[in-house]
């Protein structure tokens, strides 16, 4: 058997991720979400046809690792710059990248809003339940007792509130037409996680509006903890707090009203 | 064939947005510019264009940003607190070399002030606004009119320099109406944009941002708008010069205030009294020239302002010799009096100085 036609590739780089050195910390999830993604849009062949958006937090420089058009936007507006984006060109594919601050705590205007209009966006949000750009502060989703920079001795409730269900918040809303909150905690999970992101390219592809995909994600530099251990407590801790699943789904609507 | 019609300011300046093909057209109540927004919902969607109520004024400037990175010409308006609101966005529109037009129908301040008309905004305006060094280019309408026209042509600057340009009115040339003349605009080719993202079809990624954790890049930048903003004073400083040739006492003053000063130019010539008027159209760049002209004759400078004294600083600062400027204003939304302006030139030629 001749060696050089039995080597076959079973897993390459997707064509619409640049070959750069990642600036992402040892075990961080924005690695594994800007790879599914890249390999989402290379499956629905719309790399050309698309303009992402990046947020301000540790996402900024996704537009370092995506091979198609990006755009920034100035912290938290990332929805309003998206729904800029595809009013002017209602063709193109459009989703906006976030994390917990730009989207929940800064931009909560924003993301409602665009989330009621049902604007025909994807957006995906990456929840890792701290600032990691800014040296690990509390964040909206920060769970209760967390230790960040800004809650030294623990997120309390009596000083700082409970964490924000983005999901559920949205979900109580009337346009969007999907909502589903996965994680990148293992290869299971990472799986269907990719399969949420495939079904909300779908519904902005087949013009059903909005979309939303929360997407827990470890910070091992700001859990103060190795990457290991990080997905453990995210599975032990953030889950119960943040649960899996699908909140809305503008295809089980469709079938309720035949 | 050009058709007269009779409107408000504010709609003026929305038919002028749709003449010069804007395209997108984001906005958020405030008085005193609401028949702004009004207009554009009416008129946009008929034609197929984008109109949208934004959740706030942060939100409709970003989304001006986005239609704007995506290649077509995009424009948002509000008042005094609103444009304060804005800021944000202006200094990464600035930062990311977007073109906008953003139409700023001023009121009394600050804080909430009130729903009259007023000028304080001018510093904010012609300084940049919001945070790092940029400019606005900053054009000032005095009539329904130009509400039009100076709209139409805002459009084509932004395109021109991939600037902001900032229409500073004020509430009252936004609320009244004055018979207007829709000119026949020639259909111009839309600008092309080669930077724009409207996806990669055949070209390389593109990105537009504001970020450059590089000093060397950003310095870069910088260096690049400052050149930018030295061709824009080079090529397109606008004003309007009225009997300044022999004038004793030179006026200045832009919109609602030049119109009070043509008043008090007229009664006190009348009068026997040599006073002319330098209307600026653009409040930046700053014209310079004039001033300077007048001077060398001799003149003495009135400041005519709803303000504290704001623009009267860029007189000073466009003088080059010593020449007497002194300060007529009025704040909280009153408008200065044509006769007030006319006790103080009869002052200013006596060579009473009371004050300043």
């Known amino acids: ?70 755009c920034e936007a100035p912290h938290g507006r990332t929805p309003a710059v998206a729904t800029g984006i595809k009013r002017a060109l209602p063709d ?58 800004t809650t030294p001795r623990g997120r309390d409730p009596k000083n700082e509130g409970y964490p924000i269900r983005m999901c559920e918040l949205i979900a109580t809303l009337q346009a969007p037409a999907y909502v589903e909150r996965v994680t990148v905690s293992s290869p299971a999970n990472i799986r269907k996680a990719k399969k949420a992101i495939r079904k909300a390219f779908q519904t902005q592809l087949d013009g059903k509006g909005f979309s939303f995909i929360e997407i ?31 909140y809305r789904d503008w295809e089980k609507r469709e079938e309720m009203k035949r | 064939m050009a058709q007269k ?98 139409v700023n129908v001023q009121r009394g301040g600050p804080g909430l002030g009130n729903i009259a008309p007023g000028q304080a905004d001018y510093w904010q305006a012609t300084r940049g606004g919001g945070h790092g060094d940029y400019r606005c280019i900053v054009l000032a309408p005095y009539s329904v009119q130009e509400m039009l026209t100076i709209v139409s042509d805002a459009f084509d600057l932004a395109d021109k320099y991939r600037m902001v340009v900032m229409v500073l009115a004020d509430g009252r040339l936004g609320q009244m109406m004055e018979p207007v003349e829709i000119p026949d605009f020639p259909a111009k080719p839309a600008a092309a944009k080669p930077w724009a993202l409207d996806g990669c ?55 609602t205030c030049a119109r009070v000063c043509k008043e008090a130019l007229r009664e006190a010539r009348k009068r026997g009294m ?37 623009m009267i600083d860029d007189v000073r600062l466009a003088l080059d010799r010593p020449a007497e400027v002194r300060f007529y204003g009025r704040m909280g939304g009153n408008v200065p009096e044509w006769d007030a302006a006319v006790g103080i030139i009869r002052e200013m030629i006596a060579g009473q100085r009371t004050g300043d």
């Open chain 2, 274 to 310: 040599k006073v002319g008027l330098i209307r600026p159209i653009t409040l930046w760049p700053f014209p310079k020239q004039p001033f300077r002209a007048a001077a060398a004759r001799g003149a003495k400078f009135l400041v005519v302002e709803m303000s504290a004294g704001q």
């Open chain 2, 5 to 102: 019609v009779f409107m408000a300011g504010n709609e003026a300046a929305g038919e002028g947005a749709i003449q010069a093909g804007c395209l997108a057209y984001y906005g958020y109540p405030i008085t005193p510019q609401n028949e702004l927004t009004g207009y554009m919902a009416q008129h946009m969607p008929a034609k197929g264009r984008v109109f949208l109520q934004a959740e706030s004024e942060l939100a409709a400037v970003n989304m001006v940003l986005g239609s704007s990175a995506a290649g077509i010409r995009a424009m948002t308006s509000s008042s005094s607190p609103g444009i304060s609101l804005k800021q944000e966005g202006i200094s990464y529109l600035a930062a990311m070399e977007l073109p906008a037009v953003i």
């Open chain 2, 201 to 255: 079809a055949g070209r390389p990624a593109r990105k537009l941002r504001s970020l450059f954790l590089n000093e060397d890049l950003l310095e870069e930048l910088n260096l690049r708008l400052q050149e930018t903003y030295r061709q824009v004073e080079a090529s397109e400083v606008r004003f309007e010069e009225t009997a300044t040739d022999d004038a004793d006492v030179v006026m200045v003053a832009y919109g």
């Open chain 1, 92 to 149: 193109r594919f459009v989703f906006s990248y976030q994390g917990d601050g730009d989207l929940a705590a800064i931009g909560t205007a924003e993301i409602i809003h665009a989330a009621n209009r049902g604007e025909n966006i994807c957006v995906f949000f990456v929840n890792n339940a701290v600032y990691g750009m800014t040296q690990g502060q509390m964040a909206p989703t920060s769970l209760v007792g967390q230790r960040t920079a």
């Open chain 1, 1 to 70: 058997m001749n060696p050089t036609t039995s080597v076959e590739v079973v897993y390459h780089k997707p064509d619409s991720q640049r070959r750069v050195r990642t600036h992402y910390c040892a075990g961080c999830g924005h690695g594994i979400v800007h790879r599914i993604i890249c390999e989402v849009v290379d499956e629905f062949g719309v790399r050309e046809k698309t303009v992402a958006v990046a947020p301000v937090g540790c996402a900024v420089l996704a537009y370092d690792y995506f091979d198609f058009d990006v």
């Open chain 1, 216 to 246: 827990l994600s470890p910070c091992p530099t700001y859990w103060r903890w190795d990457p290991v251990t990080a997905v453990k407590e995210l599975e032990k801790r953030m889950i119960p707090v943040f649960p899996l699943g699908v």
